[in-house]
């Protein structure tokens, strides 16, 4: 269910061809990650997802020389970075004033169903909300793991704490949003 | 059962959540019913990550375009992500095509009135800035400009596929089928409507200079004058102005936009790791 291979068995050769000056490989490593990356920094509350999920593929198409390591290890860089990004975003968005909010039109992929597409909608917007009511740390630690498929030990050594901390911190997680969820009776 | 001693308020029904579960929750594995709600929540935090990848920034684009490195130097590398043409204003360009033709024509005349049509189209401006600026005026103008990716591309017929408009003279206009030359489009008839008032030469044609606002220079569909080449066609769906300078911005040194304390450089992880601690 993880999805945990995102480059079919061949994360070896694609991160080689980028090396090498791919294009095509890049590509691929911007396919196979941006949509995590991005769904991590809009869940924690970006202001700009898709600018941001650039900024940060920029950083990693420049340093993909000094990595190495495994898809795993990858996967934990890249969001290693995702997370300083959206640090750095934050602050800046605390220096500016906030532009307007024409950044709140809907999305633009067009729904086949209509239905289906205002179900969607609505269930995401509830993670989005639930997420949003997390502590911090405790959101850093279940988008980490949820979205970037991360393990204890790697969302320890990302966010600079102990497995045990991160592993109290998705148990409270999850015991926060389980509360949310029957409290306020956010349906699913 | 509970005694009204243990009763706790603010935790009705706790779940059970031990490791176990909770990796049983992260991967999707079937749950107790209790927890039916935590793995629903996660499937829907999944999913945000199943979605397309979204555009790369211009930056980012041409930084993959030149295979990471090559085209790192660009001043727009560093603040394209960052810089004045996000996301938003993408947006902003995006409604801009939503608008009526009067809405657009509007915000063409201010467009012109603002000196940006001007700056866009004659390459002034930077990098991405005149890009954007140049779409916008196709959006909002008849203006097509040439594409700098594709040079001479346009919105031109490829060669060999029919579409050569103007490429070619028929002998009837040049008078090599019957030695008398035809109308090639250049000359007037005296019998037009308005030949007492018509210039010897028409304006920006054999060097006579063109006439500021004069009629037919892309005044016909209302879009304010436009400051073009001398050499530019009097059609306005016709005008192709030259892109102009390359960018100012290429080859320039690099202008790091970033003011975050923190470098990417160090973060290669060791042993499959992530080495960094994140930025205070």
């Given at each position: 269910?993880?999805?945990r291979?995102?480059?079919?068995?061949?994360?070896?050769e694609v991160i080689?061809?980028?090396?090498?000056?791919?294009?095509?490989a890049?590509?691929?490593?911007?396919?196979a990650l941006?949509?995590?990356?991005?769904?991590?920094?809009?869940?924690?509350?970006?202001?700009?997802?898709?600018?941001?999920?650039?900024?940060?593929?920029?950083?990693?198409?420049?340093?993909?020389?000094?990595?190495?390591?495994?898809?795993?290890?990858?996967?934990s860089?890249?969001?290693?970075?995702?997370h300083r990004?959206l640090l750095?975003?934050?602050?800046?968005?605390?220096?500016?004033?906030?532009?307007?909010?024409l950044?709140?039109?809907?999305?633009?992929?067009?729904?086949?169903?209509?239905?289906?597409a205002?179900?969607q909608?609505l269930?995401?917007?509830?993670?989005?909300?639930?997420c949003?009511?997390?502590?911090?740390?405790?959101?850093?630690?279940?988008?980490?793991?949820l979205?970037g498929?991360?393990?204890?030990?790697?969302?320890a050594?990302?966010?600079?704490?102990?497995?045990?901390a991160?592993?109290?911190?998705?148990?409270?997680?999850?015991?926060a949003?389980?509360?949310?969820?029957e409290?306020?009776?956010?349906?699913? | 059962?509970?005694?009204?001693?243990?009763?706790?308020p603010?935790?009705?029904?706790?779940?059970?959540?031990?490791?176990r579960?909770?990796?049983?929750?992260?991967?999707g594995?079937?749950?107790?019913?209790?927890?039916?709600?935590l793995?629903?929540?996660?499937?829907?935090?999944?999913?945000e990550g199943?979605r397309?990848?979204?555009?790369?920034?211009p930056?980012?684009?041409?930084?993959?375009?030149?295979?990471?490195?090559?085209?790192s130097?660009?001043?727009?590398a560093?603040?394209?992500?960052?810089?004045?043409?996000?996301?938003r204003?993408?947006?902003?360009?995006a409604?801009?095509?939503?608008?009526?033709?009067v809405?657009?024509?509007?915000?063409?005349?201010?467009?012109?009135?603002?000196?940006?049509?001007?700056?866009g189209a004659?390459?002034?401006?930077?990098?991405?800035?005149?890009?954007?600026?140049?779409?916008?005026?196709?959006?909002?103008?008849?203006?097509v400009?040439?594409?700098?990716?594709?040079?001479?591309?346009s919105d031109?017929?490829?060669?060999?596929?029919?579409?050569d408009?103007?490429?070619?003279?028929?002998?009837?206009?040049?008078?090599?089928?019957?030695?008398v030359?035809?109308?090639?489009?250049g000359?007037v008839?005296?019998?037009a409507?308005?030949?007492?008032?018509?210039?010897?030469?028409p304006p920006?044609?054999?060097?006579?200079?063109?006439?500021?606002?004069?009629?037919?220079?892309?005044?016909?569909s209302?879009?304010?004058?436009?400051?073009?080449?001398?050499?530019?066609?009097?059609?306005?769906?016709?005008?192709?102005?030259p892109?102009?300078?390359?960018?100012a911005?290429?080859?320039a040194p690099?202008?790091?936009?970033?003011?975050?304390?923190?470098?990417?450089?160090?973060?290669?992880?060791r042993?499959?790791?992530?080495?960094?601690?994140?930025?205070?």
């Amino acid at each position: 269910m993880g999805q945990r291979d995102r480059f079919d068995g061949q994360f070896d050769e694609v991160i080689a061809a980028a090396r090498a000056g791919s294009p095509r490989a890049f590509q691929r490593i911007f396919e196979a990650l941006a949509p995590v990356v991005e769904g991590y920094l809009r869940l924690q509350g970006a202001a700009e997802p898709e600018d941001l999920t650039s900024e940060v593929f920029i950083a990693v198409v420049r340093n993909l020389a000094s990595f190495e390591g495994d898809e795993a290890g990858f996967r934990s860089w890249v969001f290693t970075i995702a997370h300083r990004r959206l640090l750095d975003a934050r602050r800046r968005m605390s220096r500016r004033p906030p532009l307007a909010s024409l950044d709140e039109a809907p999305e633009p992929e067009a729904p086949d169903n209509v239905e289906d597409a205002i179900e969607q909608a609505l269930s995401r917007a509830q993670v989005r909300a639930l997420c949003e009511r997390l502590v911090p740390d405790q959101r850093d630690v279940l988008l980490m793991r949820l979205l970037g498929h991360l393990t204890v030990e790697e969302v320890a050594t990302t966010l600079d704490k102990t497995p045990g901390a991160v592993k109290a911190l998705q148990r409270r997680g999850f015991l926060a949003i389980s509360r949310l969820i029957e409290r306020e009776g956010v349906p699913l | 059962m509970s005694g009204s001693d243990d009763h706790v308020p603010e935790m009705p029904t706790t779940p059970f959540l031990d490791d176990r579960a909770i990796e049983a929750i992260i991967d999707g594995d079937e749950v107790a019913a209790d927890l039916r709600p935590l793995v629903i929540f996660a499937s829907g935090v999944r999913a945000e990550g199943e979605r397309r990848a979204p555009r790369p920034t211009p930056a980012l684009a041409r930084l993959i375009a030149a295979g990471g490195g090559a085209d790192s130097a660009h001043p727009d590398a560093a603040a394209g992500a960052i810089g004045p043409f996000t996301a938003r204003h993408r947006l902003a360009l995006a409604k801009v095509a939503g608008f009526g033709l009067v809405a657009k024509l509007t915000l063409g005349a201010g467009a012109a009135a603002a000196g940006v049509i001007g700056a866009g189209a004659t390459g002034m401006l930077p990098g991405d800035a005149d890009k954007v600026v140049r779409d916008a005026i196709e959006v909002v103008t008849p203006l097509v400009f040439p594409d700098d990716d594709h040079p001479g591309s346009s919105d031109r017929a490829p060669a060999g596929t029919g579409g050569d408009h103007g490429g070619s003279v028929s002998s009837d206009a040049t008078g090599e089928s019957d030695g008398v030359p035809g109308v090639d489009g250049g000359d007037v008839s005296d019998e037009a409507p308005g030949a007492s008032v018509r210039p010897t030469a028409p304006p920006g044609r054999d060097g006579a200079p063109a006439q500021d606002g004069a009629p037919g220079h892309s005044g016909e569909s209302g879009t304010p004058p436009v400051s073009l080449p001398e050499n530019a066609s009097d059609r306005p769906g016709d005008v192709h102005p030259p892109a102009g300078p390359a960018s100012a911005a290429d080859g320039a040194p690099t202008a790091t936009t970033s003011t975050a304390p923190t470098d990417d450089q160090p973060e290669a992880p060791r042993g499959g790791t992530a080495g960094d601690t994140p930025s205070p």
